[in-house]
């Protein structure tokens, strides 16, 4: 007989209850800071949770594409059209950028270079996690690096475009 293992019950309602808390208290991307911060302060305080397998972080990943390809239609790549040289640059210019930091991050501070590399590149943090997996590179370094960039963006953008545009 398969004994259950209810930290994954434990994980999905904490889950649930720091979402809840980070929209409530209205941190910036407060689902997945709330969530965030509630999973790793358990995890800290022993909670033991075992990370999520590649394949169920895969699986994941494909219900959010699929979320997102939801939102495609003919308008959206009319207007892509408009904006593809505009965003190539953008994107250029991005990883232009991340090379440099993460060239720093391994100069300076001494993380290894695919930590650094997978830190600083333009990705979401599903998508880098998987990819730092494969690499050999600290996941929860570069985790938390996406986690700060994201959350400082998110933080002060707003404050910053009503300054200069409003």
Known sequence: MIKPDFRVVKVFFLMAAGSALGVYFQLPIGAVMGSFLTIAIAQMVGLGAKPLQVRSKRAIQMTIGGIAGLNINSELLNELKAIFLPGLLA???????????????????????????????????????????????????VTLMHLFRVSMLVTFLPFIISVLFL
Do not use: N, R
Request: one cysteine or more.
């Open 91 to 141: 994107t250029l210019s991005h990883f232009i950028l991340a090379l440099i930091v993460a060239y720093w991050l391994q100069k300076v501070l001494k993380i290894d270079w695919f930590t650094a590399l997978c830190g600083s590149i333009p990705a979401g943090m599903s998508e880098i996690s998987i990819i730092a997996e494969d690499v050999d590179a600290d996941v929860q370094l």
